[in-house]
Nanobody, 115 residues
Framework: VQLQASGGGLVQPGGSLRLSCAASGFDFNIAVLDWYRQAPGKQPELIATIGRDGTTHYLDSVRGRFTISRDNAKNTVYLQMHKIVPGDTAVYYC??????????WGQGTLVTVSS
């Protein structure tokens, strides 16, 4: 299994970013896919989920600002972030529930919100 997130960076409050995560080593087409984030000194938190049928779920604090989507042809999951706030500062990871159980997290991408 490989998970590689990208697209993070320094962004001003109110700005936007689009994160991508390329996945391999499991059946992407049928997988539930998640975005997590881990702020400094905190545990990872699940912020967005997309099912194999495209059904989505969001953490309350990001609902209406973030959108998760998937491209099965590219084995890639995306997180479009709008109206970014300082509390969004974190390392962002993608994962899938069976992979989480193995303890593998792959490469995250750092989002830093600062003016």
């Amino acid at each position: 299994v490989q998970l590689q997130a990208s697209g993070g960076g320094l962004v001003q409050p109110g700005g936007s970013l689009r994160l991508s995560c390329a996945a391999s080593g499991f059946d992407f087409n049928i997988a539930v896919l998640d975005w997590y984030r881990q702020a400094p000194g905190k545990q990872p938190e699940l912020i967005a989920t997309i099912g194999r049928d495209g059904t989505t779920h969001y953490l309350d604090s990001v609902r209406g600002r973030f959108t998760i989507s998937r491209d099965n042809a590219k084995n890639t999951v995306y997180l479009q972030m709008h109206k970014i706030v300082p509390g969004d500062t974190a390392v962002y990871y993608c994962n899938s529930p069976p992979v989480v159980l193995t303890g593998y997290w792959g490469q995250g991408t750092l989002v830093t919100v600062s003016s």
